[in-house]
């Protein structure tokens, strides 16, 4: 007759469940690494600040306030934007881009600068990424969001709401409606 005590059979229990058992770094772990690998590749890939093509303006990427990467000029942009402009301006000159997320601003300060703005053509600057942004305002396909064809003539219809003596008539309007 063999005797086994109960804490031998403890002991070899822990032993095969020890063997088993993954390693410290198990593959959740690995995944979870994996991941985050993948997410930040991501973030850095569609995130990260452009330069543009070799006739875009120069872009300002130096932070004060953060040096974390990915995060660029945001955290300052938002807590100082003067600032940050105007320190772009000093370094740069008239024509700047800084670089927010997915978006790039491009400043023209001065009239010099501003010049091309106002004589460009449409295939020379485009309304259609300056305005994305406005189709929760006007709607889906009307003004902005429409085509340039469509856009002309949506524009031919309001600019009657938009001459200088009709413009002059909403001062009162506007005036009443922010006090």
């Known amino acids: 007759r063999h005797h086994v005590s109960t ?6 229990k822990k032993i095969i469940e020890m063997e088993e058992a993954p390693s ?30 070799k006739d875009a303006p120069p872009c300002y990427t130096k932070a004060r306030e953060s040096k974390l990467p990915f995060v660029g000029v945001i955290a300052e942009f938002i807590t100082g934007p003067n600032e940050l402009l105007t320190r772009a301006y000093r370094e740069l000159g008239s024509v700047f881009t800084i670089p927010l997320l997915h978006k790039r601003l491009t400043y023209l300060v001065g009239p010099e600068a501003q010049k091309v703005f106002f004589t460009a053509s449409d295939d020379v600057l485009s309304q ?12 889906k396909h009307v003004v902005y969001d429409a085509t340039k064809k469509n856009r002309q003539v949506q524009f031919q219809t309001m600019a009657n709401g938009l001459r200088m003596s009709r413009m002059k008539t909403y001062v009162g309007k506007v005036q009443f409606e922010t006090e």
């Not at 804490?7 to 070899?12: A, N, V, Y």
Request: aromatic letters at 12%.
């Open 24 to 53: 410290s770094i198990g593959n959740g772990t690995v995944i979870a690494a994996a991941v985050a690998i993948i997410f930040a590749g991501l973030w850095y890939a569609l995130l990260r600040p452009r330069t543009g093509g």
């Open 7 to 12: 804490r031998g059979l403890l002991s070899q």
């Open 128 to 139: 259609d990424e300056c305005y994305d942004f406005m189709q929760c305002v006007f709607g």
